[in-house]
């Protein structure tokens, strides 16, 4: 039979016992026995562990008179399981889960140091582009506002003359100026004392 041919897979393994080293050492040099059966008990006698098939091809190949029972033939022999080969990662599947044990580590560290760690939503004045644009139309704004003050008032106070007018819008924009650097000043100190109370408050939690 097909099945029992010494060349077939291992399929089932066997720990080799005395019982079946003596038979293979007999089989190895059996008359009986075609060469290639005489070659496989040979290099079977020299394992520690010998498949299930290879040995009962031999039993079954060996004359009845000189072959022992099959069931004293495996007295005391057990089975020999072997562990499937563990199957490799790719590398694309690898670097998916350095990059995902990555993203926890930092979240974790995150997580652990949240409470120590000076929070960011602090936003700096005048930090972003709108806020920069809308500052510097207000101030042109209130500039030319002012000169268009000055300008009129010193046009009521000395006739229309027209050095007067001009220096009155230009008075104008003096104090349009100071009252824009003014407004600066002040948002400024607003801001650095809301960042020094966040500093100290985080200080006393620590």
């Avoid at 498949?51 to 099959?70: D, F, G, K």
């Avoid at 007018?165 to 104008?172: E, K």
């Avoid at 104090?175 to 650097?181: A, S």
């Amino acid at each position: 039979m097909s099945s029992d041919s010494p060349t077939s897979g291992p399929g089932l393994v066997v720990s080799t016992t005395e019982s079946i080293l003596a038979f293979l050492i007999s089989a190895s040099t059996d008359p009986h026995l075609s060469k290639e059966l005489q070659q496989t008990a040979s290099n079977l006698s020299s394992k520690p562990n010998v498949p299930y098939r290879s040995i009962r091809a031999l039993w079954v190949a060996s004359p009845a008179s000189t072959r022992p029972e099959l069931a004293k033939l495996f007295s005391g022999s057990g089975f020999v399981f072997t562990s499937p080969k563990p199957r490799e990662k790719s590398e694309e599947l690898k670097a998916r889960l350095e990059k995902l044990a990555e993203m926890s580590e930092r979240n974790a560290y995150a997580e652990l140091v949240k409470d120590i760690t000076p929070r960011k939503d602090i936003n700096e004045p005048f930090s972003s582009y709108k806020d920069q644009l809308g500052f510097g139309l207000h101030v042109v704004v209130t500039m030319f506002t002012c000169y268009l003050v000055g300008y009129a008032a010193f046009r009521a106070l000395f006739n229309h003359s027209p050095v007067m007018n001009a220096a009155g819008g230009i008075l104008g924009l003096v104090i349009g100026m100071l009252v824009e650097t003014l407004i600066f000043i002040i948002q400024a100190s607003r801001f650095d004392l809301k960042s020094s109370s966040s500093t100290s408050t985080l200080k006393k939690n620590q």
